[in-house]
């Protein structure tokens, strides 16, 4: 099992930044990989990035190169997403999910256990 909290959400001007936290524990040396998703209203989960957890194999969706970051802290257990420029288009609540598999996943089916979610909003 693997348990995950987000944190780091809240409101934001556009053009503005946000930083948020995804903290790990439990059997976190059986998912090599962490990802990003976000999922607005009457909208699918949308992949954001994946990261491994030694640093490596960074991935991130079209809509958010250049403006996104995705970086881990292993003392921490800590996955994070470094965002900036944000648009209202960015508007949405952001998940943290793990993956067993090295190779790149973009739907979150290929993700097996998921935090609660932190709200993003961005106002126009």
């Known amino acids: 099992q693997v348990h995950l909290v987000e944190s780091g959400g809240g409101l934001v001007q556009a053009g503005g930044s946000l930083r948020l936290s995804c903290a790990a524990s439990?059997?976190?040396?059986?998912?090599?990989?962490m990802a990003w998703f976000r999922q607005a209203p009457g909208k699918e989960r949308e992949f954001v990035a994946r990261i491994q957890w030694t640093g490596a194999g960074t991935y991130f969706a079209d809509s958010v190169k250049g403006r996104f970051t995705i970086s881990v802290d292993n003392a921490k257990n800590t996955v994070y997403l470094q965002m900036i420029s944000l648009k209202p288009e960015d508007t949405a609540v952001y998940y943290c999910a793990t993956d067993r598999s090295i190779a790149v996943h973009t739907t979150a089916s290929s993700y097996d256990y998921w935090g609660q979610g932190t709200q993003v909003t961005v106002s126009s």
């Open positions: 439990g059997r976190t040396l059986r998912t090599p990989v």
